[in-house]
């Protein structure tokens, strides 16, 4: 059920590039698929943007990343 959710958060995003809230739960989806890289991307996107975002999320997805 997450490819779905990545495609409706995807089609969010695309009809309004400021909607941060897809770009949370999309971060959120691509992590519980093993995609560490598209979740830290949407995370930075998120943060460059002034929104916050859990940091032991952030934290979990950097280990995966091996970036701490």
Request: hydrophobic share 30%; glycine share 2%; no cysteine.
């Amino acid at each position: 059920h997450y490819d779905k959710a990545i495609k409706d958060y995807d089609e969010a995003i695309r009809i309004d590039t400021n909607f941060w809230k897809a770009y949370q739960n999309r971060a959120v989806a691509y992590f519980y698929k093993g995609y560490y890289e598209k979740s830290y991307e949407d995370i930075k996107k998120l943060l460059s943007k002034g929104h916050k975002i859990s940091e032991h999320f952030v934290s979990e997805v950097e280990k995966r990343l091996n970036k701490r």
